[in-house]
């Protein structure tokens, strides 16, 4: 019999993240994207020392009223909660805007760690974890902080990078239908970097718009098979 993926609530199904674990989540920039109601309920449940993989490091609830005028959380809710001890990512910072983002201002006073990775190569890294591969080589950072710490290598007299691959023990995504056995479909942006992250976690949870049965979905929209799906729960618009 299949398993039941369906959880009442984003409470429920982050009850069991765990102090120290690493954590994928999802999105490009700003709300479209992101697992808002997910990061809410993990900063209610409240582990710590989180390692956190995202394209972005989040802007915070007051810095947000800048793109959606009501404001919206993001993973500066995490900071603010001192649950973070790592952010990996590409975007941590906002260029120097004041006020500073939660990421920034903790980084500041030596309370959160911060590894940069070039955009292209975050997502690289993780599309390895998620294909079991032990790395690749990438010219992206040669010659700059990038390379700092990494094997080199000269590949037909071009010098290369060693990137390693990134998984994470849970990764919280979002998604815009889901049926209920776990197939995904996105929209517009959510389909960056939601989909990579799901197939590179151990425990994949996603927040849907809407949840269907099996069969309502098109096939060829389906973008993220069931097998990648542990957790479904829908959240309306």
């Known amino acids: 019999m299949p398993v039941n993926k369906i959880f009442a609530s984003c409470d429920h199904a982050v009850a069991d993240i765990f102090d120290g674990a690493a954590i994928m989540i ?12 997910l990061i809410v309920a993990l900063a209610k449940q409240g582990a710590k020392n989180l390692t956190i993989i995202a394209n972005q490091g989040g802007v915070g609830f007051e810095l947000s009223k800048r793109i959606k005028p009501d404001g919206y959380h993001d993973i500066g809710l995490l900071y603010e909660k001192s649950q973070v001890k790592k952010f990996i990512g590409s975007v941590p910072a906002l260029g120097g805007m004041p006020p500073t983002s939660p990421l920034e201002k903790f980084y500041n006073e030596g309370k959160v760690e911060i590894e940069m990775v070039p955009q292209g190569t975050l997502a690289e890294r993780i599309r390895a974890g998620a294909g079991g591969l032990g790395g690749f ?15 080199k290598r000269v590949i037909n007299g071009k010098q290369y990078l060693l990137e390693l691959p990134l998984t994470a023990d849970f990764a919280l995504i979002k998604a815009h239908k889901a049926d209920t056995l776990g197939n995904l479909v996105y929209r517009g942006t959510a389909r960056c970097f939601n989909p990579i992250m799901a197939m590179a976690a151990k425990i994949t949870i996603v927040e849907v718009d809407k949840l269907v049965q099996v069969g309502e979905l098109d096939p060829e929209a389906v973008v993220t098979p069931h097998l990648y799906v542990s957790r479904i729960v829908e959240v309306p618009r």
């Open 26 to 37: 999802g999105g490009f920039g700003s709300f479209g994207g992101l697992p808002i109601n």
């Open 137 to 151: 080589y990438t010219p992206t950072g040669v010659g700059t902080r990038v390379e700092l710490g990494k094997e």
